[in-house]
């Protein structure tokens, strides 16, 4: 939480639909949860306003106008296997067992990949009753992964009793969980290096001048061999080959060209002795998490650096 400051400090003012938060000039010391701007000081006020809200909703989905309008979710879940946790809020109906259950095996499989590396990214599921339709496969939305937001959603497409695309060796659920918890992996950093460009290089993506659009509308620039893409959603980039490729992996790794393995084997190791048992408990008193009431922001200049709110990777 930000102390008060005088009226000389302020510099802004912040509106959402639920919330007003102050923004506040940072003094030289301070560093920790400072939000840097791109922008002089004295710039117009309502760019200071917008640029410091896309900074603030990074990662704070609950800030999106989207989740805002609906109010509290009807249910809340907290997830825990002792070392990380995992809060999920359900705006549909109650969510059933099973499903709760399949949730819980596959964040067990995550805790054993690369360390937890997800869980540096991901720390809430939202189930949203709202259907939508993917604009790369042309079909019901499935997900979105955690991309900017921390949060897994879940569509009701999702749970539906369908096979799943990559394989039929677990429920739908299950294997679209997998995919969108890979997405919040493949921008993470190893030795220095982002998980994607690794696998891009690995398998053999790269940018062509031509442009491919995508049975759901989206256009590619990606280009690879297609034939070992393990789905034709594969096909669509190397975000969503790697994430297919995960699932496949994991439960039925025969069907998966045996470089994409390898490199997933190499670069995100699976080590089944880290796999953890999870906990759900509903909580009593639903509530969404805290928003500071103020925020520190300095200046550095107009460099044309902007910044992008996007919702990570769909299925």
Not at 23 to 37: S, T, Y
Not at 102 to 109: A, D, N
Not at 217 to 230: L, M, N, Q
């Amino acid at each position: 939480m930000v102390e008060e400051s005088s009226s000389s400090d302020r510099v802004g003012m912040v509106k959402t639909l639920n919330h007003e938060i102050q923004l506040l000039k940072a003094g030289e010391d301070d560093q920790e949860g400072v939000i840097n701007l791109w922008l002089e000081e004295g710039a117009d006020p309502e760019r200071i306003s917008a640029e410091s809200l896309r900074r603030i909703q990074e990662n704070r989905w609950w800030l999106w106008e989207y989740w805002e309008a609906k109010g509290l979710p009807n249910e809340q879940v907290e997830l825990d296997d002792g070392e990380h946790q995992v809060t999920l809020y359900n705006y549909g109906e109650p969510i059933e067992q099973t499903h709760l259950d399949q949730i819980k095996r596959i964040l067990g499989i995550f805790s054993g990949i690369g360390d937890g590396l997800v869980f540096k990214e991901f720390k809430y599921i939202l189930i949203d009753p709202v259907q939508g339709m993917n604009d790369k496969s042309g079909e019901p939305t499935n997900g979105y992964g955690p991309i900017n937001s921390l949060a897994v959603t879940l569509y009701p497409n999702a749970f539906r009793p369908i096979p799943n695309r990559v394989t039929d060796k677990i429920t739908n659920l299950e294997g679209i969980l997998a995919h969108e918890l890979t997405h919040g992996i493949h921008n993470q950093l190893i030795d220095g290096e982002m998980v994607l460009n690794l696998w891009i290089k690995a398998v053999g993506w790269g940018i062509t001048e031509d442009r491919r659009v995508l049975p759901g509308g989206a256009i590619s620039i990606w280009e690879t061999d297609f034939s070992k893409c393990v789905t034709d959603y594969a096909k669509s980039d190397p975000d969503e080959d790697i994430c297919e490729s995960m699932v496949a992996r994991l439960f039925e790794p025969e069907k998966l060209d045996k470089n994409r393995l390898v490199t997933l084997e190499a670069i995100l190791p699976l080590d089944q002795s880290k796999q953890t048992s999870w906990s759900s408990q509903q909580a009593s008193d639903i509530h969404l998490p805290e928003t500071q009431k103020s925020f520190k922001v300095r200046f550095k200049g107009n460099s044309g650096i902007f910044t992008v709110i996007s919702k990570g990777g769909d299925t």
